[in-house]
């Protein structure tokens, strides 16, 4: 029945079914790594962080098992690389993190809200989609291969940047010696520390939400690295991110005759499909734009914010915070880390200004 049909179409339509199931799924939980910073720096609430660390145990413990049964193999992702790199990861992800809060929300959040009419999330997508594309291949790459790549320090053959990786590198063990004992340690720590909260326990919502999200990280990882892995027209192996994928879907309606569809493509439109359908189902749906000059002004510094500091940082809060940290690549964690704490610093900067202190 499919024989005819392209391996990146029949990837890209699994693509959009995870997208959907994504921006349905965000909208209705409202997953979002900004207000998770939020509510934990400022009021102290900590569901909405639980539910991301939860969802990172489940991505985590599913990709394993993925790798561990020969399903996918994620050696020539870009987060198994054989060199680590600092600089990009931790710079792009501060970069990242302001703009964020900037924005009010990340480039997933942004094609949440365009899903429901709202043109400042379209406008943010859109942007966070130029900016990205002139970083990677634009006069914008410039300072990002002559400062930030050359730092980067190759590792010894067969090592990789993860956690298990350079702990057994350190202890000159096999690279994949610790790859069991580690991944379900992390898995066990972070699904421990969610769960002996009480309120997060017996919130079925954010429970719901953080396990359908981590799963959709796997979903990802086997529909490009294992559907996609076609013997004459291999696809690349990835799973959920965002600005790549805004660069890619804008390129890709440029130049749409003589381009190809990709899983990043059809994930975001249907991630916009997705959230639209919550939002329909919510009455949510309507057309907003900006209330006066300074907020739009503060939406394209954010925005551009994030497409140039996700691509240094080589993910956005996605692509790094669960897909990239789903392989336990130590990148992964500078960079989430790096845009936690950006997030942070960009709305201590919204709130109390350009001071150290909340008090000055």
């Known amino acids: ?96 993190g302001v703009g964020m809060a900037a924005v009010g929300t990340c480039g997933f959040g942004s094609a949440l809200r365009a899903g429901s009419g709202d043109l400042r999330g379209l406008m943010t997508v859109g942007i966070i989609a130029i900016v990205g594309y002139m970083t990677i291949r634009g006069f914008l790459a410039i300072p990002r291969q002559t400062l930030i790549e050359p730092l980067s320090f190759s590792l010894p053959a067969g090592a990789t940047a993860t956690v298990h990786g350079l702990l057994a590198l350190a202890f000159d063990l096999e690279p994949d010696a610790l790859a069991m004992p580690v991944s379900l340690l992390m898995t066990a720590a972070l699904a421990i520390w969610c769960l002996k909260d009480t309120e997060f326990r017996t919130n079925r919502r954010a429970l719901f939400g953080s396990v359908m999200v981590g799963l959709l990280v796997v979903a990802g990882w086997f529909a490009t690295g294992y559907i996609g892995a076609d013997e004459f027209e291999p696809q690349p192996t990835e799973s959920l991110s965002f600005v790549a994928a805004a660069s890619s879907t804008l390129i890709y309606f440029m130049t749409f005759t003589g381009a190809t569809i990709s899983f990043g493509v059809g994930m975001l439109l249907g991630v916009f499909g997705g959230s639209f359908l919550a939002a329909r189902q919510k009455n949510e749906v309507r057309l907003e734009g900006f209330d006066e000059p300074r907020e739009m002004r503060r939406h394209i510094a954010g925005a551009i914010l994030m497409g140039f500091g996700g691509v240094l940082s080589m993910g956005c809060s996605i692509g790094q915070g669960l897909t990239g940290v789903s392989t336990l690549a130590v990148p992964s964690f500078l960079a989430l880390f790096s845009m936690w704490l950006g997030a942070a610093l960009g709305l201590h900067i919204l709130i109390h200004g350009w001071t150290l202190s909340a008090r000055a």
């Open 1 to 96: 029945m499919f024989e005819d049909v392209p391996i990146q179409s029949i990837v890209a339509s699994i693509g959009a079914i995870i997208g959907l199931i994504f921006g349905y799924i965000g909208r209705i939980t409202r997953f979002c790594t900004l207000s998770a910073v939020e509510t934990a720096v400022y009021g102290e609430h900590w569901v909405q962080m639980r539910m991301w660390v939860f969802a990172i145990a489940v991505a985590i413990l599913g990709t394993f098992l993925l790798v561990q049964y020969d399903l996918v193999d994620l050696s020539n992702t870009v987060h198994m690389l054989p060199r680590v790199a600092i600089l990009g990861p931790i710079l792009g992800g501060l970069i990242f």
